[in-house]
């Protein structure tokens, strides 16, 4: 079965650039979330979406933002990207609503370097 | 505010010792605990979670977890690693999002 997969893997990008990311979460999955993932540092809660809807948002500027699509694939994208953006990206989904006791799958994550 | 803490950022053991690695959460709810392990290379793998009910819980690959919830802890526990067992811990809290604390890199000598 697969898991998670997120595209690209590996990502160059120029500050003041605009980024996609994407990510396909495991097939029957509804939940998908993003974090980020500083070197040297923990995965930072970004967004979560379930049933297209946005169902929390962490701390980050709205220079980020994501939507998730009818086939529950989600997009995120990151404008104006800061030399801080770099990190390595990470899509979690799960099989039931946020509300729900459940775990999250992640994927191998798309590390993004912005120059 | 929400926060997970790992006690220790590097834990260098030899082949067979004992392990346990601490983490603290401040969380003001029902909490869902989890821990995570990410082997060099690989993406992030669910070892064991606790949702509710026995306070020890065992997870994959002989690792074993408890909630205490007057520490509001959740150390995670193996009576003998192996040099596969090399990797960066997480433990994280969540209910609708998951905390992580800043993890714990692991080394295991042959």
């Known amino acids: 079965d697969a898991g998670v997969t997120q595209s690209p893997t590996h990502l160059i990008k120029t500050r003041g650039q605009q980024v996609t990311l994407r990510c396909s979460p495991i097939s029957g999955h509804k939940s998908v979330s993003w974090y980020q993932q500083v070197l040297g540092q923990g995965p930072q809660f970004i967004f979560q979406y379930y049933e297209k809807e946005e169902r929390g948002r962490g701390n980050f500027p709205d220079r980020f933002s994501a939507r998730q699509f009818p086939n529950y694939s989600s997009e995120l994208n990151v404008n104006a990207l800061l030399l801080g953006d770099s990190a390595l990206y990470l899509c979690?989904?799960?099989?039931?609503?946020?509300?729900?006791?459940?775990?999250?799958?992640f994927g191998q994550g798309t590390r993004l370097t912005v120059v | 505010a929400q926060s997970v803490s790992q006690h220790n950022h590097h834990v260098i053991l030899s082949e067979a010792a004992s392990l346990e690695l601490g983490c603290n959460y401040s969380?003001?709810?029902?909490?869902?605990l989890f821990w995570y392990v990410q082997y060099p290379g690989q993406h992030l793998q669910l070892l064991l979670k606790?949702?509710?009910?026995?306070?020890l819980v065992k997870g994959i690959k002989g690792f074993e977890a408890e909630f205490i919830k007057s520490k509001f802890s959740f150390n995670l526990r193996k009576p003998s690693v192996q040099w596969s067992d090399t990797a960066e811990y997480f433990c994280?809290?969540?209910?609708?999002?998951?905390?992580f604390g800043a993890g714990t890199r692991l080394a295991v000598h042959p």
């Open positions: 606790y949702f509710s009910g026995d306070p």
């Open positions: 994280a809290v969540g209910y609708n999002k998951l905390i």
């Open positions: 969380y003001g709810g029902t909490v869902n």
């Open positions: 979690a989904s799960s099989p039931s609503p946020p509300a729900d006791n459940t775990e999250a799958f």
